[in-house]
């Protein structure tokens, strides 16, 4: 185990360094997310919402909506004025909480299956996700009802009478888990810009030529060394994941610990940690010089944490921006996270989307680590 204690003694050695890296973007997360809590059950319950509606429509089915919205929210109708209407929502005049626009056409592209609302919410409010899940659930009735020969009225009545779908989105009795996953979605962040940092210059050092040309003339198959490599540069990521995890339990304490989600939780931090360390074992195996490992890490974690959901959730991305994220594995670690978050139960369905969220993000270490590899061996056979 000649390398794997190499790699040991020279994390020990650049240990302050990574440490470094890690407690800043630690302190961050836990800077954050504290102080979160207050007023997110709120957002998510099954609430009467505050909203400021505009229907340029004025179809049956616009009409069919507004009422629907008026007999479960507070709902104040209004004319299009762009700068108007974002100003209240902006500083919450009255008690706004989101604005819901009805474009021209909206019940002729309802029937097209194009998207037919425009719902904008204040910050910090996730009561839109509600809302919408509303307002989709009376559109797609109504259509099928109408195609099977029923009127509008008499559509709208066959919704009526249908109980309301649990789209209960957290614990609302404690509000425990959106707290967890307030936590949980900053650590991709971390991971990246301090596990990936730390590690990538750790498997540069061993790429320094005098270090490489002594490694290529021991008796210790390339092999062998690749293993011993990988191994150890796993067990920094335990350590640190596990360090994560501590930080977690002092933060929540025996609320974490007792939660029936806490192993999916895990699940999604570790192979977020495989991520990091996939990335760190490619770019620490492409860099030229040690800086430009930094270079690339700090870029690269404040992009992936942008479009993958870290720092803006992504319930508020627009859909572009969540079509480019799903090419990331970060969106994939808050997909997972917000399918824990927004679900009292973990029923068949919502499992079945974890499992495929942590299927994507495997797809995407395997791919990277890959190339890690395929990039290691040519360095060998070319040294």
Known sequence: MTVFKGYLLMTWKTASRILLYFGIFMFLTVLSTSGTDDGVEKGFAAQKMNILLVDED???????????LEERHEVTNTKYDKKQLYETLYYQKGGIDMVLYIPEG????????????????SPGNYGGIYVEQQISRL???ILDYRNVGYSMDEAYEKMQGIPEANVSVLNVSTGEDNKFSGFFRCVPYMFLAGLGCGV???????RRKQVKNRMMASAVSLFRQNAETILAVFCVGMFL?????????LQYGTDLLYTEKLPYYLLNLFIDMLLALSLAFLVGMLAKKENVITMVFTPLSLVFSFLGGVFVPLAFLSSQIRTIGKFIPVYWYEIANDLLAGSEKLDVSVKTRIWQAYGMQLLFVVAIFAMGMVVAKRQQQEG
Do not use: D, P
């Not at 994941?241 to 339990?249: C, D, E, F, R, S």
């Open 139 to 141: 559109i797609a009735g």
């Open 58 to 68: 004025h179809s049956e089915l616009s009409e069919k909506v507004t009422r629907y």
């Open 241 to 249: 994941l596990m360090i994560t995890v501590a930080l977690a339990v």
């Open 106 to 121: 909206m019940e002729e592209n309802a029937g097209k299956g194009q998207s037919v609302i425009e719902l904008t919410q």
């Open 200 to 206: 990538g210059m750790i498997i540069f050092s061993f």
